[in-house]
């Protein structure tokens, strides 16, 4: 507490302490009553200029937002790569693709296409997607769209790069 603060009062910290009122009867009451470690947490975050565990909503990781690969999805990657190369590719090839070496990997992508894959999996598949035209260059391999490259030379450069993904691709599976 603070001093002249009474014990049903709690002051929020940012560019101005406000005393905030929190009757029992109000939901707000109710948490601070008896909460004084959350009533902590809350304080340190408010102080720092950062959102609390207790307040933010669920949101994942900047970097796991564009990275994860639904089953479906999976399943479609699968075909789109195989008509890329132009070859079908099996459970065992996208397994070998992953990294997955050894008998359980075919098993593991069968298993993905239901549940979507999980971690790093999910971020070397949206790379390898680049190879098919059915999928977007990321934003981090995307040098066409920039001032000096000549907007009549873009069409031909990605297509060089989605033939260098087909390359590096057929030469993972070789």
Known sequence: MWRGQKPNECRILGK???????SRQTAAGLFWQNVSRKRTVLVKAA?????????????PPPDQETASVTGLELKQLRQDLGDAIGRPLSAADMAKLCGLEGGDGPDTIRRWEVTGPSGPAGKLLRILAMASDRHPILENFNIFDRWDVDEKERPARREAFREKMRDEIRERLA
């Open 47 to 59: 102080s720092r200029g950062i959102e609390s565990p207790i307040t933010r909503e669920r949101r």
């Open 16 to 22: 101005a302490s406000i005393p905030v009122k929190a």
